[in-house]
């Protein structure tokens, strides 16, 4: 007989979930005849597999050694050296907040938020470097439970994404990004002079062999799997024929911004897929900019959050610029008294 007891990353799940993720290479089937059969068992009594699963459960499979360790694939159960490695040799994320159950990081440009190919390390990989660094989880965790990110920004986008340590973090973030009721700004230098705050609507289509978006003010004109976005975005400075903005990504869609600005006229810095390329030329040449500037630099939490974002209920959580973006920032003499 072996026993596995529920620990908090685990727990708030359904039991038939959970045995899936434990035993991989068993199929669905046997997983329920396994439950009918009483072989598997929750808390000393028989189950169906939709129990919800508590911190302290106890589940316990009547296999043998040879039988727990084939269904559970432990001969060939992935190594933690990926997530290791890009602890170590990704530079330039801190750690912004953490608690028990969320982490908020603050990406550099030139990061992945998650991997795009097997050989990547991303932001995702140093994530969990960091949690069995710190002894957050250990590896034993990994087999039923992943943290993860729960939003992305774009590669050479910077700025704060947030993280679930445990199953319950990651499900309330995935849930106030869901309903938009965390609220995220963004800082960016653009072309041109824009003087009053405004709101833009629009119909965004992805071009997946491109990687790249279309955005659409009429949606009759717009491909059927468009999905509707919303931008608000506030002048800072202006100095020349450039515009500090801070925007409110209402919507968050691949390149929303970036394709959103561009569309008006106000094409970001450093964008070489929407940007002006003279432009962004001159930059390369002046201050070495090879990639926009785009910062996820403020995020604000809902009040009255409950369960685990009561910690940050309410709270304001801000990224310093980047080095390139504050020097761009003072040598076009667009630096406000505030940055964000």
């Known amino acids: 007989m072996q026993q596995l007891t529920i620990g908090k990353n685990q727990a708030g799940q359904r039991l038939d979930k959970f045995l899936k993720k434990a035993f991989p290479n068993a199929g669905t089937g046997f997983l329920y005849k396994m ?39 432990a001969e060939n159960r992935e190594t933690t050296s990926d997530y290791r490695k890009a602890y170590r040799s990704l530079k330039d994320i ?19 938020t998650q991997k ?14 960091h949690l069995l660094a710190t002894d ?5 965790d990994l087999a039923t439970f992943h943290p ?13 994404v947030l993280c679930g340590k445990t199953l319950s973090g990651s499900q309330a973030l995935s849930r106030i990004i869901k309903d938009r009721t965390v609220k995220k700004y963004y800082q960016t230098i653009c072309k041109g002079k824009i003087v009053q705050e405004s709101t833009l609507e629009g119909y965004l289509y992805k071009e997946e062999s491109t990687n790249t978006v279309k ?11 468009a999905s509707y976005i919303r ?25 929303q911004i970036r394709a959103h600005l561009a569309g008006t006229g106000h094409p970001l810095l450093g964008d070489t897929k929407y940007g002006d390329n003279k432009l962004n030329r001159r930059m390369q040449s002046e201050y070495s900019l090879h990639h926009q500037l785009l910062h996820a630099g403020r995020i604000c939490f809902p009040k009255e959050a409950e369960g685990p974002l009561a910690k940050v209920s309410g709270q304001t959580f801000t990224a310093p610029l980047p080095h390139k973006f504050a020097e761009i920032l003072q040598a076009l003499n667009l630096a406000p008294d505030s940055a964000c």
Request: proline residues 4%; aromatic residues 6%; negative net charge.
């Open 148 to 160: 993860s990110v729960c939003n992305r920004l774009d590669r050479n986008t910077s700025g704060i």
């Open 231 to 255: 931008t608000i975005y506030m002048p800072n400075a202006v100095a020349g024929d450039f515009t500090l903005l801070t925007v409110e990504l209402v919507t968050g869609k691949t390149h």
């Open 94 to 112: 801190s750690v912004l907040y953490e608690d028990e159950d969320i982490l908020l990081l603050n990406k550099p440009a030139g990061v992945l």
């Open 116 to 129: 795009a190919k097997p050989e990547d390390l991303s932001l995702n990989e140093w994530l969990i470097g």
């Open 215 to 225: 955005v659409y003010a009429d949606p009759s004109e717009a491909p059927a799997e």
């Open 35 to 73: 439950l009918r059969k009483k072989n598997i068992t929750l808390n000393g009594k028989k189950a169906e597999g939709k129990e919800i699963l508590a911190q302290g459960d106890e589940i316990k499979c009547f296999f043998s050694e040879e039988t727990f360790a084939s269904l559970s694939g």
């Open 136 to 140: 957050a989880i250990t590896e034993a």
